[in-house]
């Protein structure tokens, strides 16, 4: 579910009340939908929203780390053999470039609704909740 906040000027932002956690079971990847509220289905609330835009912001900048790490490793095998490292370490690097990029947007998010709850306000504009 989201947030739905109407600005002043007509326009509408919407934000995630929830984020994914992932895990992994035997050879699969798998992930859970939750949000502060534990009701990742019918959430509205602004402090789940905030919560999970924290999250997302704070998990993405942990892979963009392990990305790097990763990258690194790749990079250097690739010194001593020119050619699979050199991809995965460019496939990875992409990634963490994807993973800081995601981070920032959720950090702006973040930035947004902590604004709303404190003055009522998205950048200066005034925003309603509908």
């Known amino acids: 579910m989201a947030i739905h906040l109407e600005l002043e000027n007509g326009s509408i932002k ?5 984020y994914k956690i992932y895990y992994s079971k035997g050879e699969n990847s798998l992930f859970d939908i939750k949000s502060k ?3 990742s289905n019918k959430c509205d609330h602004l402090d789940c929203a905030i919560y999970a835009a924290e999250y997302t912001a704070k998990n993405n900048k942990n892979h963009f780390k ?7 490793f790749w990079f250097a095998a690739a010194i001593f053999d020119i050619g699979l ?12 470039i994807y993973n800081i990029w995601q981070s920032d947007k959720a950090a702006e998010r973040n ?4 604004e709303f709850r404190d003055h009522g306000t998205i950048n200066g504009i005034i925003a309603y909740k509908l």
């Open 14 to 18: 919407k934000y995630p009340t929830s």
């Open 37 to 39: 509220c534990n009701i």
């Open 66 to 72: 392990l990305c790097i790490f990763i990258c690194t």
């Open 85 to 96: 490292g050199v991809v995965l370490g460019g496939l990875y690097a992409l990634f963490g």
């Open 111 to 114: 930035k947004e609704l902590l």
